[in-house]
């Protein structure tokens, strides 16, 4: 066999490595098509499953990013690995993925149950990173009354991410906790109020990309002075203090099977037909048009409108609310390019068939909108105001104080809100807000 002289030596050096080039390059692009139809899976090419996801980039470094961006709920092992050894949250830091801020709420209530029972099913339910702002008393205390076994620990927004993979982080409000479960004390009032205000500035800051509110008394908030009617009204002037924008924020109900705003909120029936206004319908479609393109990624986002009155008031028959007020604002809607249709007759928009026509449908009462979907997704619906310049969810139930230290609070719905608000939470510079 004859000897291979230095140029042959050289060639064959050459053409191996063209050889491992082309190998190489094609496994990543294996990878790029992996990683694609992944996050096509699991952000889903509907607004049920928040599609619309725009890719961070044709590289393997910017597809990761993507996932661990879109959905991180369960990142593909081989490219991320282990979520035990804690290089997923490492990497997330890396890349600039920030942990959520959740409230403490009403610490009477159901909250701090939830949350330790979230933590603890973290890996299982495959959640985001995200601390707690309240008193890191209160949570090692109900997690050694109910037997949770959940570690808690004291620590700094951006300590977070790194002391979720062993105990709940929580960053301190500085004051302690006075009332006993299922007993709320009007003297925790101000520290309620001061989680809210700290969860907000915290996304403000860059510290939190997306806030989670546990459940409020807003009679014992009443009591200390708390002058909106609930969170989403509170939200709204956060919006102005800590962002500098005016907000509009809109209230919406979110579950995989149907998205719902009621227009008017927490305000008599009787009241209804004098504040639905064309210009009050006009304003919330917008913003939910704008927030379900640039949030959930729906390139045209389809707006349903239920009427007021029973058979959308027959012609007229059962009153003029649907011919006066919701039919001219549709038409104002179409004319700005917003697909809208109504009004429908509320009793007919919600079984499977009818439901498959839009992505949300906008009710002019509470209970129009909130009955639906209590139904359809008790334990799974989820509250996310829309028209902020940060993200915002919560679970859709209240504080439970009567269930409260009996450690049977289900924490779906907090888990939901969690989940959803790490698939649509972004850093503060990543978007504009502009409704």
Known sequence: ????????????????????????NEQIKNIQEAVKSEVVRRAGMEFRGLGGSEWAGESPRGLIQTVLAVCFRSPPAPLCGSKSNGWTHALMNQRGLLPLALTQGDPSGIGPEIALKAFRARE?????????VG?????????KSLGLDVGVEATTPAGAVEVFARALPVVSLGGAVNGLPGAPDPLDAPLTIRSIELAVEYVARGEARAVV???ISKQALYAAGFKHPGHTEFLGELALRFFGVPARPVMMLWAPELAVVPVT????????PGLLTRQLLIETGRVVATDLANRFGVAAPRLAFAGLNPHAGEGGAMGREEIDVIAPAVEALRAMGIDASGPHPADTMFHAAARAKYDVALCP????ALIPIKTLAFDRGVNVTLGLPFARTSPDHGTAFDIAGKGVADA???IEAIRLAGRIGRPRDARSDGI
């Open 1 to 24: 066999m004859p000897y291979a002289t230095p140029a042959t030596n050289q060639n064959t050096r050459v053409t191996r490595a063209g050889r491992e080039q082309t190998a190489n």
């Open 124 to 132: 299982t339910a495959d959640l985001p990173p995200f601390f707690v």
């Open 135 to 143: 008193d890191p008393a209160l949570f090692a205390r109900v997690s």
């Open 213 to 215: 509110t546990n459940p």
């Open 265 to 272: 909120i927490h305000v008599a029936l009787a009241e209804v």
């Open 365 to 368: 009462t509470h209970d129009q």
């Open 412 to 414: 779906s719905s907090l």
